[in-house]
């Protein structure tokens, strides 16, 4: 944060990491506990792998934004 308050652009792609990971972390479990469900509906699985794989692209993005490009 700056001396005013507000945060910086990082700070902001940082936050937005966190929750990113979150819902990723999230997505697995649902995922995992409907794979173990007898009942799992594989519309659903798909939808939901889909929706798991477009958040992992987002927090790629977002980590490659963060780190800076190293020549070596």
Known sequence: ???????????????????????????????HALELSSRGDHLTLRRLKKQKLHIKDRIRQIEDDLLPDIIA
């Open 1 to 31: 944060m700056n001396a005013y308050g507000e945060m910086s652009h990082d700070d902001v792609q940082l936050v937005k990491l966190d929750v990113l990971r979150r819902e990723h972390r999230d997505l697995d479990e649902a995922i």
